[in-house]
């Protein structure tokens, strides 16, 4: 879950790394506002031509698709993820 001004949102990813690097992603999120509506389809937009094929591991991004706190639950989720590929 990520904080926006009216609430929160949730956002799970599922990312696919393939010798070090992001091969695919795909992004499920759960909000209550238009205004958040409308960041998270400019963010799903962006989100795959921005990290398949980057590096994973201390991947970190600045805003995405105009969406600043989507960007940074995804960026909270990756971590979670390359964590648990490592162990």
């Known amino acids: 879950?990520?904080?926006v001004p009216?609430?929160?949102n949730g956002i799970t990813a599922k990312v696919t790394i393939a010798n070090g690097k992001i091969s695919s992603?795909?992004?499920n999120h759960t909000y209550a506002d238009r205004?958040?509506?409308?960041?998270?389809?400019?963010?799903?937009?962006a989100i795959?031509?921005?990290v398949v094929g980057q590096s994973a591991d201390g991947l970190?991004?600045?805003?995405?698709?105009?969406?600043?706190?989507?960007?940074?639950?995804?960026?909270?989720?990756?971590?979670q993820i390359v964590t648990q590929a490592k162990a």
Not at 36 to 45: C, L, R, T, V
Not at 67 to 77: I, K, S
């Open 60 to 79: 970190s991004l600045g805003r995405i698709g105009g969406a600043t706190l989507t960007t940074d639950g995804f960026n909270d989720a990756l971590t």
């Open 1 to 3: 879950s990520y904080y």
């Open 48 to 50: 795959k031509n921005a």
């Open 35 to 45: 205004e958040s509506g409308m960041y998270i389809d400019s963010f799903d937009a």
């Open 6 to 8: 009216r609430g929160s």
């Open 25 to 27: 992603v795909t992004t």
